[in-house]
């Protein structure tokens, strides 16, 4: 449950003003009010506001860092995109065509004559590109040093694809995956009967799907999976409470979180079309039916291929109890190689978070995660 589908929170803001000071910007020196900030649940920090017209002009927060002054000369910034430059492998972009839309994505290619073993990424809900946070990208660099083939892509409407992601069904989203793992299957460097997929949160779902309709994939990674519908059914409202302590929200908060997946659910359930207007904005409720209707055990029970599951203890209760609760899936269905591991100091990302002031904020994969992805792959290679 990311912090983007939730409902608005209320918080109190404490201001206690502390005294007045000159601050010099640029050429300017600015009197200001210096207050002290407190919200609770939240590290202290300081604003600055300017003494004329309350402007705000400066925000301290020392505890993570952050420090974010006005400027009265405004630049252009552009951030670049983190791609790992290394060695031993090359990398090209790469396009294909599904129901309309052109899809791109990049191809990562080992030095190397004979054709490899090859994964596709897929990603999770939410508009995300082929880098995924810079997961994917740092994900397509270790295994193409390692001697695989990679291919990661943009969603319809992100990045360099066409298409909107704001009409983007479950099912067009796994459709997509399933002409990406075609267009990696034809690639000469890659050898069609040693395919794996590997998939991330949602993205661990569609992949489940398509390893069971497609008997030749050969074994499958699953990063934080999420299996199960968000909306309103009783077993993820027994996460919400987790989640309730976890995130430290207020009895009244977790209600309204509570009230609006109900209400998502309900007004999705009555509509006879696939736009319906909820809590005041028009969203396409298509994709909710889908994954209201979504059974994942009629397809995990078909799942013969060896099954990695990776997990962050960082990450939320309901994330956690997706992967333990897919591991017995798994168990019961009869699979004979599958695993569950868990990292006790990694969250939603499997990294570090890094913002160097060049790249775009992203987030750095641990190495024991790299690692642990390239022995289980030669494990499962023959």
Known sequence: FLDWELPPMKRFVTLTSIRDEYLKI???????????????NYPQGSVWVAKIDRSLIKIEIPSIGLKITRTFSPGELTPKDYTPQGEGYTSRDVTFKNNGANLSGTLTVPMKEARCPAVLLTGPDGPEDRNFRGLFADLAESLSKNGYTVLRFDKRGVGSSD????????????DDLAKALDLLAAQKEADPQRLFILGHSRGASRALKLASE?????????????????????????????????????????????????????????????WAFILWKRCFVKRVKEEMDRKPSLFIRDIKAPVLILQGRQDSPSSMESS??????LEDSGNCSHALTYYGYLGHYFGKKVNDGICRIHYAADKDVLDNIVSWLRLHLN
Not at 324 to 329: A, G, K, N
């Open 26 to 40: 640029g050429r300017k020196k600015i009197k200001t009010e210096n207050l002290l900030l407190k919200i609770k």
């Open 163 to 174: 298409g909107s992601f704001a009409s983007l069904s479950e099912d067009e989203e796994t």
């Open 214 to 274: 497609k008997n030749y994939i050969k074994g499958l990674i699953l990063m934080a999976p999420e299996i199960y519908s968000r909306y309103g059914t009783q077993e993820n409202f027994e996460n919400y409470d987790k989640i309730f302590f976890d995130k430290k929200w207020t009895q009244e908060y977790l209600k309204s979180v509570k009230k609006s997946l109900e209400e998502i659910r309900d007004r999705a359930s009555r509509s006879n079309g696939n």
């Open 324 to 329: 333990s609760l897919l591991d017995r899936m």
